[in-house]
């Protein structure tokens, strides 16, 4: 971190702000400060870590772009983003400015939306009144995209979320998908692996 007095007194002020923001909103929304002055190690702060980074990791492209363009604007609110493991994030990034208007800090807000697409599903299936009889399902080879939602919809149906499925559950899950083909898929096994949290030797075991 940078040793000049004022900017010294303004990420104490933003360590504060991240570990009250990350209290408030654990346990789905990972905060994280970044410091810019150092763009190889800029993670000062990291709270509900959801990402799976580290302290001292590496700046992100927008960290960079705010580097090198001041220009870059001040708030990035609502955007869509996405973790390693493939589950789906709402981003929110606030650069901070120095006296001379360079960015020095950013405050960066990730909030995992598996588990509330997974909640959405539940009201919507709470909720329905259609009355009609159940349409036959299928999931098409089509992507990764459509294994995710597959998933997520499996999840629903338990009112809970794809990271909490028990090793029964999986299993279950599993032959769903192999039974619809959705296996077949290219990389389906990565893509189901990081979808879950599990490793792909544990859902290789679980599809035997």
Do not use: W
Not at 120 to 125: D, I, K, M, P, T
Not at 153 to 172: I, V
């Amino acid at each position: 971190m940078t040793t000049n007095h004022k900017t010294t007194h303004l990420f104490e002020q933003l360590l504060a702000m991240a570990e009250g923001l990350g209290q408030t909103l654990a346990p789905f929304c990972e905060v994280v400060l970044h410091d810019l002055t150092d763009p190889c190690h800029t993670i000062l702060a990291i709270h509900n870590n959801q990402s799976g980074r580290a302290l001292g990791a590496p700046a992100t492209e927008l960290g960079l772009a705010r580097i090198e363009d001041p220009g870059t604007p001040q708030v990035i609110a609502n955007y869509a983003n996405r973790f390693a493991d493939g589950r789906p994030v709402k981003s929110t990034s606030i650069g901070i400015r120095d006296t001379d208007g360079r960015y020095v800090a950013a405050l960066c807000l990730n909030v995992d939306l598996s588990v509330f697409q997974g909640m959405r599903a539940v009201l919507e299936r709470f909720t329905d009144i259609g009355g009609s009889p159940p349409r036959a399902e299928t999931l098409a080879p089509i992507g990764a995209e459509a294994i995710r939602n597959r998933i997520d919809r499996f999840a629903a149906r338990l009112a809970t979320s794809p990271h909490a499925l028990k090793a029964g559950e999986r299993r279950a899950l599993l032959r769903e998908l192999k039974d619809s083909g959705g296996l077949d898929v290219r990389r389906a096994m990565d893509v189901v692996a990081r979808h879950l949290g599990v490793s792909r030797a544990t859902v290789y075991a679980d599809v035997k």
